[in-house]
């Protein structure tokens, strides 16, 4: 029998539409359910839709250079997703040409926060069903290692400079309401998105890393590498 993973996703994959999109099929064997991630903060990135996580302790230094009180309660140092279980090597192939090199691929515990349901069963336009904008309380962080036992999972760490973070917590609420229609549809936006448009040349290349040559802001040479990360057991 072909071995699964699990995925802690936060980011444009709560939404079902664009996972289905970004790994290429409807996730009938799919299972998925609100989950939480501990010492870990989501933040905007500069220029971008999508958000970062990092370890609190970035999240310090993060703060720190932005004058802020790097000293966050412990309800605040943690982030809500989702956690989808049965996805395939290939599944977790195309999700690491995805998120490209700004990430490491982890594996870290989350906490499921209710039961696992088909990923079939969420419909695309009702994403709210998954990651509500209004969430119920968090559990008590003293005894959620009890009542909400801790699962292994992989997500994605922003790894890139935290210079390219913004101090803000990014929401997916405000994803959805501001930006999702880029990602999410038919219309001419979402068949120019860059990032779907990225998966598509690796996925029809078989995964092959590709060197770009681009000009950078003073007009010299360069090159651009997003390297595919390979899938571990």
Not at 139 to 146: E, F, K, N
């Amino acid at each position: 029998m072909a071995a699964t993973y699990s995925a802690f996703f936060y980011g444009t994959l709560l939404h079902p539409f664009i996972l289905r999109r970004v790994i290429d099929h409807p996730g009938n064997d799919l299972e998925i359910c609100p989950a939480l991630l501990l010492e870990h903060t989501r933040h905007a990135i500069k220029l971008a839709d999508y958000p970062g996580v990092i370890p609190y302790y970035k999240t310090r230094q993060l703060l720190e250079k932005n004058g802020l009180n790097p000293d966050l309660p412990p309800e605040e140092r943690t982030v809500r997703g989702t956690l989808v279980k049965g996805l395939s090597k290939n599944d977790v192939a195309l999700l690491d040409i995805f998120e490209g090199n700004e990430y490491s691929r982890d594996r870290i515990s989350v906490h499921p926060l209710g039961p696992l349901v088909p990923l079939s069963s969420i419909s695309p336009a009702a994403s709210s069903e998954i990651a509500p904008s209004d969430p119920p309380p968090i559990p008590s962080l003293d005894t959620i290692a009890t009542t909400h036992p801790p699962v292994q999972a992989h997500t994605y760490i922003w790894i890139n400079p935290l210079e390219d973070l913004k101090p803000e917590i990014w929401y997916f609420a405000d994803f959805v309401q501001k930006n999702a229609w880029k990602w999410v549809g038919d219309g001419k936006a979402v068949e120019e998105n860059e990032f779907y448009g990225e998966v598509d040349k690796r996925r029809d290349m078989g995964g092959v890393i590709v060197r770009e040559e681009i000009a950078d802001a003073a007009g010299t040479e360069g090159k651009d590498i997003r390297v595919v990360v390979g899938v571990e057991a």
